[in-house]
């Protein structure tokens, strides 16, 4: 079945820098668009940034574009995402996913930005 294992969250100060990986299993990883999410505490899950099968086109949400990165490397199953600059306001639980006939998440990483 279609899994992901999210790691790398945690607590970092404002201006600091954190990187999230997901391993993807179950199904063809290097045929689908893969997406990172973000829920903060009270709001709805958005997306943050998403990268096509080969990794030759990325999309971010304004808030993070120039501070965060998306890359994949498919021979490992693997998704990234680089955040830079973090601030306060990218507290939330992170998720990566795709669309396969539905949603499929994994069970998110924590990512705390404080002081």
């Known amino acids: 079945q279609v899994q992901f294992v999210e790691s790398g969250g945690g607590l970092v100060q404002p201006g600091g820098s954190l990187r999230l990986s997901c391993v993807a299993s179950?199904?063809?990883?290097?045929?689908?668009?893969m997406s990172w999410y973000r829920q903060a505490p009270g709001k709805e899950r958005e997306l943050v940034a998403d990268i096509t099968s080969a990794g030759g086109s990325s999309n971010y949400a304004d808030s993070v574009k120039g501070r965060f990165t998306i890359s994949r490397v498919n021979a490992k199953n693997t998704v990234y995402l680089q955040m830079n600059s973090l601030k306060t306001e990218d507290t939330a639980v992170y998720y990566c996913g795709t669309w396969k006939s539905r949603m499929y998440w994994g069970q998110g990483t924590q990512v705390t930005v404080s002081s």
């Open positions: 179950g199904f063809a990883f290097s045929m689908y668009t």
